[in-house]
């Protein structure tokens, strides 16, 4: 039987793996390497470059190098890369594909089938991107999984006793935090709640701007701001930002970063740990108070945890350690390897859906609110716009849900139905889904005529929405997984693979699979 792998599709790396002999395992590239750096470019002659060759010529061309391109994904933003544009989709599906090719080398057979972890907190249209891209890379994607879940899936309690476990997620680029009960071989998670804008990236950015700043003060001139000394910047503000996680101070040295008249100028700085702390504690503090929105959608408190289980290389940094172990007071911290623990967590789901024998049951949730937009009536007259949530935020999947509502103006033959995904109270401020109409209404008093609109939310992510008339059985449906709604067709997925594909027809296995620093 074909073996079906897990992949952790990072923002900085990703990593594939698989099961042998219902163990996990990350399978390396020819030189034993475990992660492959989520960067894909060009070369000067316009060979495909992915991971560490394309991450290495970052500083020199970022005009054709692409990197973090997980925080563009569900949006319809390109990327140029030599003479064409690739939509995020596409570039994921490169590094996918990489990661597939790696996978193929060393099981010595067809890689066909994956899951694929994202955030807790990616909305339906980065997770159906997310999905797409496995689909060009040639995989078919039997489960979108969340990377707090997988990660509880390594987590082993093997007791009868039940553990309350907050898993805090925080990666290159983006946060989850989970409240996760493990009871013997049954995952459940409880509450999710998360930022998919924050992390690693948003550090290196931070202390980019505080180096120009450094720069511009010793120099008495403004940091030229072209992409390539931008490109250096930041690289040297990552190469920091490690540094700073063992030592508490470091220096920082960039080479001809500008001229003033014929004189050549450097970066030639110490950083401090306490600086680069000042920079990031406040947004540190946003997952603190995500920390407590979980506990309380849990319906908990910092006491009823067992344990907290840290995930993501940017957990690495000493301050968010210190910061979580202060907030959660007397709660034991485990220290896993932050950057393999959520791909290691996939490969257990991928053996579960193809039958092997693993000792584990995972019961996920939703992480955001699903409903309606609707008329509501107030002392002050009816109020168009409103969100009616149908499926609660943090609802067990798969879920089927309903709710009746009412026409809102006599004679009205025609509802339609508009769907959203998210917590705030004005429909139009959530993210849009879909919408479709029922028509052929009875043509009665307004409130007389009844419609039932049922959401079925299945494991997958996809949703199915219907909406009946309860008296003449007028009834239509919308399915949030058709092109319709923003997806690919499957013309737009076969020319997308056909393009992956002719990428790589030139490209040695060895340009894709080369040593990394593991950090995100």
């Known amino acids: 039987m074909t073996q079906v792998v897990g992949i952790d599709l990072g923002t900085t790396n990703s990593l594939i793996t698989a099961l042998e002999e219902g163990q996990p395992w990350v399978i390396p590239d020819e030189e034993g390497v475990e992660l492959l750096p989520s960067c894909v470019g060009l070369s000067e002659a316009g060979t495909l470059l992915v991971g560490q060759p394309a991450l290495r010529q970052y500083a020199a061309a970022p005009e054709r190098t692409v990197k973090s391109i997980k925080r563009q994904m569900g949006t319809d933003a390109r990327v140029r890369l030599g003479e064409q544009d690739y939509s995020p989709q596409e570039i994921s599906a490169i590094i996918l594909r990489a990661l597939k090719q ?80 493990i009871t013997g071989t049954v995952t459940e998670v409880l509450a999710s709640h998360g930022n998919n804008r924050l992390g690693g990236d948003d550090f290196d950015r931070l202390l980019q701007r505080h180096l120009a700043d450094q720069f511009s003060r010793s120099h008495e001139i403004d940091l030229p701001t072209d992409a390539a000394t931008q490109a250096k910047l930041l690289q040297a503000a990552e190469r920091t930002k490690i540094a700073l996680s063992e030592t508490a101070f470091t220096k920082v040295r960039e080479p001809f970063l500008a001229s003033k008249g014929e004189t050549a100028l450097h970066l030639d700085v110490e950083i401090s740990r306490k600086e680069f702390e000042a920079l990031i504690r406040p947004l540190l503090q946003e997952t603190l108070e995500a920390i407590d929105r979980a506990l ?169 929405v219907t909406a009946t008339e309860k008296g003449k059985g007028q009834q239509n449906s919308l399915v949030v997984n058709h092109p319709e709604t923003g997806r690919m067709s499957s013309h737009d997925l076969d020319q997308s693979r056909e393009t992956i594909e002719s990428l790589f027809e030139h490209i040695p296995l060895s340009l894709v699979e080369i040593e990394t620093e593991s950090f995100t």
Do not use: W
């Open 102 to 181: 790696r996978a193929e080398a060393m099981l010595a057979e067809a890689v066909t089938q994956a899951v694929i972890t994202v955030p807790a907190y990616f909305t339906d249209a980065q997770r159906q991107a997310t999905k797409e891209a496995g689909e060009i890379a040639g995989l078919e994607v039997l489960q979108i999984l969340n990377e707090p879940t997988a990660a509880a899936l390594v987590f082993d309690a093997r007791s009868e006793e039940t553990e309350n476990v907050l898993v805090y997620d925080l990666g290159g680029g983006t946060f989850d935090v989970s409240i996760v009960e």
């Open 296 to 464: 309380s959608d849990a319906q908990m408190t910092a006491d009823d945890l067992d344990r907290v289980i840290l995930v993501g290389g940017s957990t690495r940094i000493p301050l968010v350690q210190s910061l979580v172990e202060t907030h959660l007071s007397a709660v034991p911290v485990n220290h896993f390897d932050p950057d393999l623990c959520v791909g290691l967590g996939a490969a257990l789901q991928a053996g579960i859906l193809s039958g092997e024998e693993i000792d584990s049951i995972l019961v996920d949730v939703i992480p955001h609110s699903l409903g309606i937009a609707t008329i509501m009536d107030t002392p002050v007259g009816p109020i168009p716009g409103l969100f009616s949530t149908i499926i609660p935020r943090n609802s067990v999947i798969p879920t089927s849900q309903s709710k009746v509502y009412r026409t809102a103006s006599d004679q009205q033959e025609i509802v339609e139905i508009e769907v959203f995904q998210g917590e705030n109270a004005i429909a139009r401020e959530n993210v849009p889904l879909g919408s479709f109409q029922v028509e052929g209404l009875p043509p009665k008093p307004a409130g007389a005529v009844e419609i039932e609109v049922h959401f079925d939310f299945d494991l997958n992510g996809i949703l199915t």
